[in-house]
């Protein structure tokens, strides 16, 4: 038996200051994220700001955000699945072709955010699989995004790894994420938002004063729908990215999955983010006492990052975790999420 264990940790941890400013009360909220350095890609260019339009497109899917669900369904269909989130909504997930992978947040019967990164999609206005280099000549990336709502002000500071590797940009009403492929130097997916699902989710530092919008307060039940559903999300774009990159996709194996969410909720409980668990061993001691019989595994790990998506675009931007992501011996993955700690666990099945 041969076992990949990657090294390469993606952890992210929230804390907060508070700082008072004259009379009102501004408060920071930082995300940390530590991981490989990504490369310097190409600096905006020094484009006149008349010549970079910030107006919402005239069509693709960011023209969804703020519509009914059923002009969703009007431009997609019926989703196959339809997921929870941690976040106030509910993800439909359209599936059935990866070249036209999508996930569609719905809440209150209203599109509040689209992640888009099947091939065949229109996200204008970019593109996926756009050259990053296209993408920082046609719009203006700041590295601050300000956001007035309600009497309230909200202040998202992006540092030079988000500015690289997930920029935001605003079209009008809108918010899109960018998640760059740092090996390929492309545009891997998008993230449409509005302005409440941005503030609930903070992918980035936020200064705010006033009121901050929260996400709501979950009950157990509900946490385990929510990774059931974050778990079968991190099985399709780990085939999607596959068959992006002319791979076999992976299929799913009960066993595998239950191993990696027992890792996952080991993990969350004794605070220990770690490939070896104190209690249950190694990848091999866990996969043994499991019954699953393998010839080759690997295992990918996260924490805190705020979904499936995100999680996965991160993995995807680290060597040791992409290997794992695009190891062709590989046959079979099991995902297991306990709240905001994720594992893969990958296995080559003996061939008959």
Same mark, same amino acid.
């Given at each position: 038996?041969?076992?990949?264990?990657?090294?390469?940790?993606?952890?992210?941890?929230?804390?907060?200051?508070?700082?008072?400013?004259?009379?009102?009360?501004?408060?920071?909220?930082?995300?940390?994220?530590?991981?490989?350095?990504?490369?310097?890609?190409?600096?905006?260019?020094?484009?006149?700001?008349?010549?970079?339009?910030? &107006?919402?497109?005239?069509?693709?899917?960011? !023209?969804?955000?703020?519509?009914?669900?059923?002009?969703?369904?009007?431009?997609?269909?019926?989703?196959?699945?339809?997921?929870?989130?941690?976040?106030?909504?509910?993800?439909?997930?359209?599936?059935?072709?990866?070249?036209?992978?999508?996930?569609?947040?719905? &809440?209150?019967?209203?599109?509040?955010?689209? %992640?888009?990164?099947?091939?065949?999609?229109?996200?204008?206005?970019?593109?996926?699989?756009?050259?990053?280099?296209?993408?920082?000549?046609? +719009? %203006?990336?700041?590295?601050?995004?300000?956001?007035?709502?309600?009497?309230?002000?909200?202040? %998202?500071?992006?540092?030079?790894?988000?500015?690289?590797?997930?920029?935001?940009? *605003?079209?009008?009403?809108?918010?899109? +994420?960018?998640?760059?492929?740092?090996?390929?130097?492309?545009?891997?997916?998008?993230?449409?938002?509005?302005?409440?699902?941005?503030?609930? +989710?903070?992918?980035?530092?936020?200064?705010?004063?006033?009121?901050?919008?929260? #996400?709501?307060?979950?009950?157990?039940? @509900?946490?385990?729908?929510?990774? *059931?559903?974050?778990?079968?999300?991190? %099985?399709?774009?780990?085939?999607?990215?596959?068959?992006?990159?002319?791979?076999?996709?992976?299929?799913?194996?009960?066993?595998?999955?239950?191993?990696?969410?027992?890792?996952?909720?080991? @993990? #969350?409980?004794?605070?220990?983010?770690?490939?070896?668990?104190?209690?249950?061993?190694?990848?091999?001691?866990? /996969?043994?006492?499991?019954?699953?019989?393998?010839?080759? #595994?690997?295992?990918?790990?996260? #924490?805190?990052?705020?979904?499936?998506? &995100?999680?996965?675009?991160?993995?995807?931007?680290?060597?040791?975790?992409?290997?794992? !992501? /695009?190891?062709?011996?590989?046959?079979?993955?099991?995902?297991?999420?306990?709240?905001?700690?994720?594992?893969?666990?990958?296995?080559?099945?003996?061939? +008959?």
């Amino acid at each position: 038996m041969r076992i990949i264990i990657v090294l390469t940790l993606f952890l992210s941890i929230g804390f907060y200051i508070n700082v008072k400013d004259d009379n009102r009360d501004e408060v920071l909220i930082k995300d940390h994220h530590t991981s490989e350095m990504s490369p310097t890609l190409p600096k905006n260019p020094d484009i006149k700001q008349s010549k970079i339009s910030r &107006e919402r497109p005239k069509e693709g899917l960011s !023209l969804l955000i703020g519509k009914k669900r059923s002009a969703m369904e009007k431009e997609l269909g019926k989703p196959l699945r339809i997921d929870e989130s941690a976040f106030g909504y509910q993800w439909y997930i359209y599936n059935s072709d990866y070249a036209r992978y999508v996930q569609v947040g719905v &809440e209150d019967n209203r599109i509040v955010t689209v %992640f888009a990164i099947g091939e065949n999609l229109d996200v204008a206005p970019f593109e996926i699989g756009q050259p990053v280099e296209e993408i920082f000549n046609t +719009q %203006f990336i700041d590295a601050n995004i300000e956001i007035d709502k309600d009497g309230s002000s909200y202040r %998202f500071e992006l540092n030079d790894t988000d500015l690289n590797i997930r920029p935001i940009v *605003q079209l009008g009403n809108v918010y899109v +994420q960018l998640y760059i492929d740092k090996f390929t130097g492309n545009l891997s997916s998008v993230r449409f938002l509005d302005a409440d699902t941005l503030i609930r +989710q903070r992918p980035y530092e936020l200064v705010y004063s006033g009121k901050l919008i929260e #996400a709501p307060v979950l009950s157990n039940v @509900m946490w385990r729908r929510i990774e *059931q559903g974050a778990e079968k999300q991190i %099985f399709d774009l780990t085939n999607v990215l596959r068959v992006r990159h002319h791979l076999k996709p992976l299929l799913w194996d009960e066993k595998t999955a239950q191993v990696a969410y027992e890792h996952s909720k080991d @993990m #969350a409980e004794n605070n220990d983010f770690s490939h070896t668990s104190k209690k249950f061993g190694s990848l091999s001691d866990r /996969l043994k006492s499991a019954q699953v019989v393998y010839q080759t #595994a690997g295992e990918n790990i996260a #924490a805190n990052y705020i979904d499936g998506p &995100e999680v996965v675009e991160g993995w995807l931007n680290s060597k040791g975790h992409r290997d794992s !992501l /695009l190891n062709t011996d590989f046959s079979h993955l099991g995902v297991g999420v306990y709240q905001k700690d994720y594992t893969q666990n990958f296995i080559q099945k003996w061939k +008959q």
